[in-house]
């Protein structure tokens, strides 16, 4: 379990860094999207068939990361449509 969340900590701070500029997330949200991430990272690579969904493997971990940009871009969205909202 402890791995679980170190794994999610980091893909969630990978996707954090291949993100262009600044994401107003802190430390939670990217634990808790690089956690989904690699769960859908993981579901996928299962999909494919290489591996379990609870295996560290390189094609799940790379879909994982790719998962986690993909959150943090709709999150930033969703974040940036609620603040140009609340301005008007």
């Known amino acids: ?6 794994a999610g900590l980091i893909i969630g701070a990978l996707a954090r860094l291949i993100v262009p500029g600044k994401q107003n997330l802190g430390i939670l949200a990217t ?10 990272g993981g579901l996928i690579a299962q999909f494919f068939g290489t591996g379990s969904i609870w295996e ?3 094609i799940g971990f790379v879909l ?3 998962a986690a940009v993909l959150l943090i871009g709709v999150a930033e969205g969703i974040a940036g449509k609620s603040k140009r909202g609340a301005v008007r």
């Open 1 to 6: 379990m402890i791995g679980f969340l170190v």
């Open 31 to 40: 634990l808790a999207l690089g956690l989904v991430g690699s769960l859908i």
């Open 56 to 58: 560290l493997n390189v």
């Open 64 to 66: 994982a990361v790719i």
